[in-house]
């Protein structure tokens, strides 16, 4: 078995970043697999696929030439002649669906996004059946795609995106006379709503328990929330950058919070419970499936600030509860994620692309 692997970009972080685990676990299913991007946008996730020995072919196109890319695309699986090809998020879909369709090669797609574009819904509800195999990401993406996408359950399985590894790293234990160190990562953008979570600490100036936040993460949306953390007023709140360690990053923290607006899987957040942290998330695509409230962490409606500012009140009122809460999603997250969990799965499905 040949597969050709299909992704969008190899930014760093998103869809790009568990792609050395799941490619590894097809190789040793016996595949031989190889990457194709579209594009490279910032190649952040190329040192970790080059670790995982993965043999990585990057276009210098761009994001909208979808005609150039389609060609190219084409170009690649006649020359390589995979006898399968996996693609990856809605641009690399459509365009693996038609290449696949010219060159007869069966299609197996992963679906990662709890919201899509009103365009690309339609577009993908219009060729779904141009894959032969269906994969979401996480519970709730496989019920929207059945539901959205018309994709009947014969074709339809779940793997979870996220292999949760027993030996990461552990956050920090709090200890009184200390601020409470509060982390996030993910790109500045406004699906992330990192607008509601500083309006939500606004909202908590005058909270007894000292606490500061550091945000990780590069993006568009970066000077606008600067702006609205000093119109704010608040002087606990630090924008890190890029982080190119987020094991290190999560270590040095007591509680994390992910306040988006639309989430499918969502690995930073279980990297977070993994590294034994609390998380105060929005209800979103599988958090509230994974997050017990009030022993693993809290969920609060997503864009709404004064629950936002709750959850993470109650998480800061009792900051010595904080560590063992946080071995309690770590807990949670190695049972529900495991290794030989994520294994089992992957081989499974390798065993359904045999029969194509």
């Known amino acids: 078995m040949r597969i050709a692997y299909i992704i969008n970009s190899v930014e760093g972080g998103g869809a790009a970043l568990p792609v050395p685990s799941v490619a590894n676990v097809l190789r040793r299913a016996g595949a ?17 696929m080059a670790d995982a020995g ?25 020359d390589w ?11 690399a879909t459509l365009l693996g669906q038609i290449a696949g369709l010219r060159r007869r090669v069966p299609v197996v797609s992963w679906q990662h996004a709890a919201y899509l574009k009103p365009a ?60 409470v160190r509060i982390g996030t990562l993910g790109r500045l953008h406004p699906v992330k709503g990192y607008d509601v979570l500083i309006e939500a600490l606004a909202r908590l100036k005058d909270h007894p328990v000292p606490h500061e936040l550091i945000v990780g993460g590069d993006g568009a949306e970066r000077e606008a929330l600067e702006a609205a953390t000093r119109a704010a007023g608040l002087s606990n709140i630090r924008f890190a950058g890029y982080v190119g360690d987020p094991r290190g990053f999560l270590a040095d923290l007591h509680l994390y919070v992910q306040p988006s607006r639309s989430e499918g899987f969502c690995v930073a957040a279980h990297e977070a419970m993994q590294a034994g942290l609390p998380v105060v998330a929005s209800a979103v695509g599988e958090m509230p499936n994974s997050i017990v409230a009030g022993q693993t962490g809290w ?39 495991g290794p030989d969990h994520f294994e089992a799965i992957g081989r499974s499905i390798v065993k359904r692309m045999e029969g194509f």
């Open 54 to 78: 993965l043999d990585a072919i990057v276009r210098g196109g761009g994001e909208k030439d979808h005609g150039a890319a389609l060609g190219w695309l084409d170009r690649q699986i006649a």
């Open 32 to 48: 031989d697999v190889r990457l194709f991007a579209l594009t490279c946008r910032d190649g952040r996730a190329l040192p970790a």
């Open 120 to 179: 690309n819904r339609r577009l993908l509800r219009t060729t779904q059946r141009l894959s032969r195999l269906w994969i979401g990401d996480s519970d709730r993406v496989t019920q929207l795609s059945a539901e959205r996408l018309g994709i009947g359950h014969d074709r339809l399985i779940t793997w979870p995106i996220f292999r949760a590894d027993p030996a990461a790293p552990l956050g920090r234990v709090w200890y009184p006379g200390e601020p």
């Open 299 to 337: 969920v609060a409606p997503p864009g709404d600030a004064g629950e936002l500012a709750e959850a993470l009140g109650a998480a800061l009122t009792y900051p010595n509860r904080l560590a063992p809460m946080g071995m309690a999603a770590r807990a949670r997250v190695i049972d529900r994620f």
């Open 81 to 91: 002649r995979p006898t399968h090809l996996w693609t990856s998020l809605t641009r």
